[in-house]
């Protein structure tokens, strides 16, 4: 954070990544939308922004118009001018996008203010990571694909809206770690720990037949094991369970801190802006392990 006036800071953040999906126009509004969340997760409001763009000389011009076209569609939808980039020659297709926004000094959130007793609210299903792996084996269904794809290219700015109007203690956006890494980032850093419960927590239709036909990201897999010494998995979990909680996630959902006493009203803020906020677990006073996963 950056301050330039009593009232206002500046933010950067920047993001970029290999095609997730097939479809050009989705993958730049994916990108987008992630490069945004990040703004979208400290309470701030995305300003500007510059295309990072890495594209094989010898591809198809077309396909490189639509990744723009849909990260322009979507920072449009967002309010985010962006005012250039700069593309280079690569083997492997990029996107992404460097962001400026603007947050209150006073107002902004990090992801280490959790207090015991709050609720943790979680935005978005998970999942993504587990269905883009299929689609890259076309082993996911058509429908699947599609819901994954819009949620992913939902932005986080509603949820953000939501939790300002009400006043939260922490929130991070869920990304590569998964929901639980990024806890576990969030309640190392404040000084708490956590409760989870696997049944309360959302998940994309169609993830659990995918991981019944044994299809995971290496990426999950790897934040399953790094998050292993600081979780306590009730035994009734299966490999499975893990394996959504530690899904490493695209443009995820908002994680929330919120105090017991405000959580209702969060839930209203995010119904009456079409988000569909899940209460997912508490804050706990500091312990070891910091995460306890209950069925
Ligand atoms: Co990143
Ligand atoms: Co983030
Ligand atoms: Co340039």
Known sequence: ??????????????????????????????GAANAFSDV????????????????????????LAEVLRGGFEKAQEAGVLIVGGHTVDDAEPKYGLAVTGLVTPGAQVTNVGSRPGDALVLTKPLGTGIITTAGKAEAAPAEVMDEAIRVMAEL???????????????????????????????????????????NAVPVLPGVRELLDDGIAPEGTYRNMKSVDKLARWDPALTLDDKLVLCDAQTSG????????ERVARLLEELEARSVRGAVVGEVLE??????????
């Open 1 to 30: 954070m950056f301050r330039i006036g009593d009232d206002t800071a500046l933010v950067q953040t920047v993001d970029f990544f290999p095609p997730i999906v097939d479809d050009p126009y989705w993958f730049g509004a994916i």
């Open 253 to 260: 959902g908002l994680l929330i801190s919120v105090a017991r």
């Open 40 to 63: 979208y997760a400290m309470g701030g409001r995305p300003l500007l922004a510059l295309n990072i763009l890495a594209f094989p000389v010898d591809l198809d011009r077309d396909i």
């Open 156 to 198: 986080n700015r509603d949820a953000s809206e939501a939790m300002l109007a009400v006043g939260v203690n922490a929130c991070t956006d869920v990304t590569g770690f998964g929901l639980m890494g990024h806890l576990a980032g969030m309640v190392r850093g404040g000084g708490v720990a956590a409760r989870l419960s696997l």
């Open 286 to 295: 500091a312990s070891e392990p910091f995460i306890e996963v209950v069925a």
